[in-house]
């Protein structure tokens, strides 16, 4: 789960992170009020969508007071903000956050995320600061400094004096981040996070560190420890669809190509669209029923596919091991014979029940093309969309 700067910085705020004066407006006059509060100059109005290069697609003005506040404010609420990360359709702006401006002398990146390989969190810290760490770690590896941290330890102060260090900071400067670093990893780990961001963390001409961005995502898997994260949740940052899949225990994400693709497990959803992909198709969206799927699960998730308009192919590649191939089978075929289909549906299954799932299909008198693995699955999607047309 995603949530909004506004959101972050508040969290960050309760674990001592130094975060600029400020908070969230949904109106041009709450903007003004907002602007009168901080006081000084300049102030900061800053669209609040779940995207980032916000500045660059016009969500961030710099202003030196209140009336100039309520009149960027009039300009960003309610635009729709396109940026790298939103995709063409882009995003409807519905709030923005008012803030103090900050001096900045130099940005900083850091942030924690799971490292997978080593099954443990990784701590990484950069001077170069206000780009993606992606880019960082793509054109200058070296600039990232990395410090692993074993959970059932936790963060022990050496390391984060190892980090200050291994920057080129002073004591001073050491002590400072020392405190950022622990800060943010605590929140990291007492959150269930994903992902916990600070980019850009700014010194300032006065040797102070403060977040002046900040992104948090959570494990969907630790919100029932979270009440309240859980309801930091903002609808209308997330595609319908996936809404109501997530009402059913249902995994699904909006894709730009044409092939729905229903599956159970990550790992085959994976291999799926890669397959899709190899053979000429493009998946339009990723729909895992996961290994407990009952009938009704399945069926709604059908209808959820369906409801795509972009959809033209349903291929539905199921390896039956907890979920049964026959439970599978009885979902769909309800479905559709619920929902008006008038796309061609490919089906692979193998595993547990699979020859019940098969003769259940067989004997649905519904037009379902089977293939007997995942390559012939991908040839006949292909196959499908050129009769189509």
């Not at 995207?51 to 009336?67: E, F, L, Q």
């Not at 600061?129 to 770690?137: D, P, T, Y």
Request: glycine letters at 12%.
């Amino acid at each position: 789960m995603k949530i909004h700067e506004y959101q972050a910085k508040e969290i960050l705020r309760g674990y001592g992170i130094p975060v600029p004066k400020g908070r969230a407006a949904e109106t041009p006059e709450e903007a003004r009020k907002v602007a009168e509060e901080i006081g000084g100059k300049p102030i900061v109005v800053k669209a609040q969508i779940h995207a980032g290069g916000r500045g660059k697609g016009g969500g961030i003005r710099v202003v030196n007071s209140p009336a100039e506040a309520e009149k960027a404010a009039k300009e960003i609420l309610g635009m729709t903000l396109v940026t790298h990360q939103t995709g063409p359709a882009g995003r409807v702006v519905r709030k923005i956050l008012v803030e103090e401006g900050v001096e900045i002398k130099e940005e900083l990146y850091l942030g924690v995320v799971m490292d997978r390989s080593r099954e443990c969190p990784v701590i990484m810290v950069s001077r170069e600061g206000g780009v993606e760490i992606e880019k960082i770690a793509a054109e200058s590896p070296e600039k990232i400094v990395k410090e692993w941290v074993e959970p059932y330890v936790g963060l022990r102060p050496f390391q984060a004096n190892k980090i200050g260090y291994e920057l080129g900071f002073d004591p001073g400067q050491v002590g400072k981040l020392r405190s950022v670093v622990s800060g943010l990893y605590k929140t990291f780990y007492e959150k269930d996070c994903l992902l916990a961001e600070i980019n850009p963390l700014v010194l300032t001409g006065g040797g102070d560190l403060i977040a002046l961005d900040a992104k948090i995502n959570f494990d969907d898997n630790g919100l029932f420890r979270h009440k309240e994260v859980a309801a930091l949740r903002d609808l209308n940052e997330e595609a319908p669809l996936e809404i109501e899949a997530s009402k059913y225990n249902l995994n699904y994400i909006k894709l730009d190509g044409n092939v729905g693709c229903m599956v159970n497990g990550a790992g085959l959803a994976m291999a799926t669209m890669d397959i899709i992909k190899v053979f000429g198709a493009e998946p339009a969206n990723f729909l895992d029923v996961g290994g407990g799927a009952t009938v009704e699960m399945v069926k709604n998730g059908f209808k959820i596919l369906m409801s795509d308009p972009a959809v033209k192919v349903v291929f539905i590649n199921i390896f039956g091991g907890i979920l049964r191939c026959d439970t599978l089978a009885r979902g769909v075929t309800e479905a559709v014979e619920e929902v008006k289909v008038n796309v061609p549906i490919v089906v692979r299954l193998e595993g547990t029940n699979v020859e019940e799932g098969r003769k259940i299909l067989r004997e649905s008198g519904l037009n379902f093309t089977v293939a007997s693995g995942m390559q012939e699955g991908a040839q006949k999607v292909v196959e499908a969309l050129k009769t189509k047309g």
